[in-house]
């Protein structure tokens, strides 16, 4: 059945860090709040675990109402059944693989042959069956946090939450990490809430990713959608590298701020002198001389001027005005800087804001 949250509301003192927030995690379903420090995304999922006392609203947990303070309900974390990953690994330095992920089992009275399966069960998962008798300081980084993911699944818990549990990997371990967590949770089949400010993690990871700003929800969707084709302005700007242009209707079409005129994908319209803001993403652009000739694919062609070059190794970054606006384009030719071009791209490559963004 799932989470559910409904109405959510957190203050600390007099100050509201969650603004009445509703959501549903379904039976299976990989669920990523995403969004900048401080948006209250840690705080929504410490107040599902019980870390944190709510001030309103309802979070039910399997169908079982866990916080309500309005009727005076609220269920420790132990009594809510779930498995929490955090930021920090909060491995035990004494105890040995085996014990530390045990520990649930045991604070819980289970002992003997069912907490030694369920051990070994949760190593097999995670991929460590023959470091149960290993010590922590045995263990990389990567290791240590696939101990503490054993951990909070060794109960067979019905919700997993984690708290930006990555933060501390290297790049390519965290590559490798996140694709092993999507594995264990579709494996496991249960609802999970996931915590991040990093938009890779998110897009790769989730079925659905709910965007936060200020203890509010911006947005939420499908990866691929949220990406391609958001609805709202911070949407666009938080997820992915995006250049924005303010394009204007006139005489039944779209111009940029170039005098150019754009085609679209899907027919837009609008009214006369109506302005909107138009979205492309930097690898959705290509370059080329002035004297080029744009693609078929690439019907609309951009007249602006290359101000700064940033090398980058597998491509480099250019900083380009197009009629006084910057735009950022990823690209593997060499260009100068001062060089005059054509910044290009498809019909499908644009992407126009609603009216209220």
Not at 76 to 85: A, C, I, K, T
Not at 106 to 115: F, L, M, N, Q, S
Not at 129 to 141: A, C, K, W
Request: charged share 20%; net charge negative.
């Amino acid at each position: 059945m799932g989470i559910r949250v409904s109405n959510l509301i957190k203050s600390f003192d007099k100050t509201t860090i969650v603004h009445g927030i509703s959501f549903d995690v379904a039976d299976g379903e990989f669920v990523t709040l995403l969004g900048p420090s401080g948006c209250g995304k840690t705080t929504t999922l410490r107040c599902i675990a019980g870390l944190e006392r709510t001030n309103g609203g309802i979070i039910e947990i399997d169908g079982q109402v866990v916080s309500q303070p309005e009727k005076d309900i609220f269920a420790p974390p132990h009594e809510r059944n779930l498995g929490m990953v955090f930021q920090s690994y909060a491995i035990w330095p004494h105890m040995s693989v085996a014990e530390n992920i045990a520990f649930p089992l045991v604070a819980r009275g289970t002992h003997g042959d069912e907490a030694k399966q369920a051990v070994i069960w949760a190593l097999d998962i995670v991929g460590l069956t023959r470091m149960g008798d290993r010590q922590p300081s045995e263990l990389s980084g990567g290791q240590q946090q696939r101990v503490a993911l054993a951990r909070a699944i060794v109960g067979k818990p019905k919700v997993l939450l984690f708290d930006e549990p990555l933060s501390n990997l290297d790049a390519r371990l965290r590559d490798r990490t996140r694709a092993e967590i999507s594995r264990i949770q579709k494996e496991l089949a249960i609802p999970a809430v996931y915590v991040t400010h990093d938009q890779a993690e998110a897009l790769s990871m989730s079925d659905r990713v709910i965007v936060m700003d200020a203890g509010h929800i911006i947005e939420e969707g499908e990866p691929r959608k949220l990406y391609r084709k958001p609805n709202k302005h911070f949407t666009a700007e938080f997820i992915g590298a995006a250049n924005f242009l303010t394009v204007t209707y006139k005489n039944q079409h779209w111009y940029a701020p170039d005098g150019s005129a754009l085609t679209l994908e899907e027919s837009v319209t609008g009214t006369e002198g109506e302005e909107r803001i138009a979205v492309l993403r930097s690898e959705h652009l290509d370059i080329q001389h002035l004297d080029g000739t744009a693609s078929t694919a690439h019907v609309n062609a951009l007249r602006g001027t290359i101000e700064h070059v940033q090398y980058m190794g597998p491509h480099i970054e250019y900083a380009i005005s197009v009629g006084g606006v910057p735009m950022n384009v990823t690209h593997q030719m060499d260009f100068g800087s001062g060089t005059q071009i054509l910044v290009t791209f498809g019909p499908a490559d644009i992407h126009l804001l609603p009216r209220a963004s």
